[in-house]
């Protein structure tokens, strides 16, 4: 399986096993790790592991998930790195899929007192470990918005564009809010999120980030380079319901 084939197969895993990874399979998440795809590579970050059948730890929460072991993302706080975060965690969530190892995003998750490293703060948190039960599920049973929905169409598009758009909607988002809307040309994507009220607002930034993986991923798969660019004359406008994040540039 590709992270890209795994964007039609994941989803969130609420139940594992009491059961250890092997050190082997730690070593190539590592390896994994330091060849991520940051959407900004200006901004730091750190990844730390947290093994919760070893320790006795205190991550707790609202809708935590209990978990043989945590992967806490840490960045600087604002936008930008919330952004970066979603991109980034997405790569491993799909990773660690691939691998068979089961995921959920832990939003609220409040963590035991842990060194932060060069004074970054905690973004995410993630759970991990073999699922008991289902890891994977047909794509054809998320519950998701349609396409319609979510995007609108200003010109005929070709399939490469509409396959992005599918692996687009396939992106998790906190609450399953999937704040993000698509305008969607020949040779450009527009992404807005929902503007939305504190505590769903919490996470869009993050949740754009994920599905500027999905999307990038798609693209990758059917051969097309894109670039992210922000477009002032766009950002300046005033929109009603929705906030411009970015838009997709097709090379
Ligand atoms: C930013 C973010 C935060 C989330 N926080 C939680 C959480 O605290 N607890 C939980 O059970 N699921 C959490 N989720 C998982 C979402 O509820 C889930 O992705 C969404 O309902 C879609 O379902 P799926 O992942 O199975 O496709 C979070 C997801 C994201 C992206």
């Given amino acids: 399986m590709t992270l890209y084939e795994a964007v039609f197969k994941r989803r969130s895993v609420r139940r594992y096993k009491k059961e250890p990874l092997p050190p082997e399979f730690f070593k190539n998440l590592r390896k994994f790790e330091l060849g991520l795809q940051p959407l900004n590579s200006a901004i730091p970050y750190s990844v730390e592991i947290i093994d919760a059948l070893s320790q006795e730890t205190k991550v707790r929460g609202l809708f935590r998930v209990k978990a043989p072991y945590y992967l806490v993302f840490f960045s600087e706080p604002g936008e930008e790195a919330e952004k970066n975060a979603g991109y980034l965690m997405e790569q491993l969530v799909l990773y660690l899929t691939e691998k068979g190892v089961g995921t959920c995003y832990q939003g609220l998750a409040k963590l035991p007192s842990i060194p932060e490293p060069d004074g970054l703060k905690p973004l995410m948190v993630l759970a991990f470990g073999y699922a008991e039960g289902e890891l994977y599920r047909e794509s054809f049973k998320a519950r998701r918005l349609s396409l319609k929905e979510l995007c609108v169409f200003r010109e005929p598009v070709t399939d490469e564009t509409r396959l992005m758009m599918q692996a687009a909607r396939l992106a998790p988002s906190a609450m399953n809010g999937q704040p993000w809307r698509f305008m969607v040309y020949q040779n450009r994507i527009h992404v807005f999120a929902k503007k939305e ?19 990038s991923l798609a693209a990758e798969e059917v051969w097309r380079d894109i670039s992210f660019e922000r477009r002032e004359q766009i950002a300046v406008k005033e929109f009603k319901n929705n906030q411009y994040f970015l838009s997709i540039i097709f090379i």
């Fill in 197 to 215: 009220r504190l505590p769903f607002s919490r996470f869009t930034a993050f949740d754009i980030g994920i599905v500027l993986c999905h999307i």
